[in-house]
């Protein structure tokens, strides 16, 4: 079975720095999706940014990108310049392209010191 | 486009109540998707429908949940008889195929 494991329960940033966020999962396929979505108190699941397993290239999103790494099976968000409105939780998921349930990590809690 | 639509926002049921959350998905979409998120938790899948079919609850409690999705209407996820260990954050999500749009979720308080 699939899991992803978000091992950084809260992590803090200063104002304008950068910050990464770790992810693993753990997956027998070789062709999937990957994602980081952003919880904000409003609750609202925004996507931030998707990578697909058989891409090489790095997703970048304007100030975020990732850091994909197949073969240690590691998905880590980087956010540069961070935002007071950066604010939020961020959730990594999975998904088989074949299937369409999104595994979900537990959560990263991001605080961005002013 | 408004978006997924989920309401009510906040619901409070007492144990032994009905709790009734509806999903309006985006224009056009017609696949619905329910996730629960307890307290400090990611989401968990509950159930996949498409209008008048349900394809896969195998994340759906054995007992007390039931969920719709009619030809007219919103969808529907029903809890009957609550208790407070349902107390969560529901969230619907929809698709036209694989990308995902999700609401802003109801979160069911159970007293």
């Known amino acids: 079975a699939q899991t992803v494991t978000q091992s950084q329960p809260e992590m803090s940033v200063q104002e304008a720095e950068t910050v990464t966020l770790s992810c693993t999962y753990d997956?027998?396929?070789?062709?999937?999706?990957l994602f980081w979505y952003k919880q904000p108190p409003s609750r609202q699941m925004i996507l931030v940014i998707r990578?697909?397993?058989?891409k090489q290239q790095n997703a970048t999103e304007n100030r975020f990108s990732v850091n994909f790494q197949k073969a240690a099976k590691s998905f880590s968000l980087k956010i540069s310049d961070s935002q007071l409105g950066d604010a939020a939780m961020y959730f990594c998921a999975y998904r088989n392209p074949l299937h369409y349930q999104l595994i979900w990590g537990a959560g990263t809690k991001l605080i961005i010191k002013p | 486009n408004a978006g997924v639509m989920q309401n009510p926002r906040h619901l409070v049921r007492r144990r032994g109540q009905e709790a009734r959350l509806r999903c309006s998905p985006m224009k056009g979409h017609s696949h619905v998707y329910w996730y629960r998120q307890l307290p400090e938790e990611g989401l968990k899948f509950m159930v996949y429908l498409q209008k008048e079919n349900i394809i896969d609850e195998s994340g759906m409690p054995k007992e007390r949940f039931s969920a719709e999705f009619p030809k007219e209407g919103p969808s529907i996820l029903r809890i009957q008889q609550v208790v407070r260990g349902d107390s969560a954050a529901y969230f619907c999500a929809s698709s036209l195929r694989y990308g995902y749009t999700f609401g802003s979720g109801t979160r069911l308080t159970v007293v």
């Open positions: 997956t027998s396929e070789s062709d999937y999706y």
């Open positions: 990578q697909e397993a058989y």
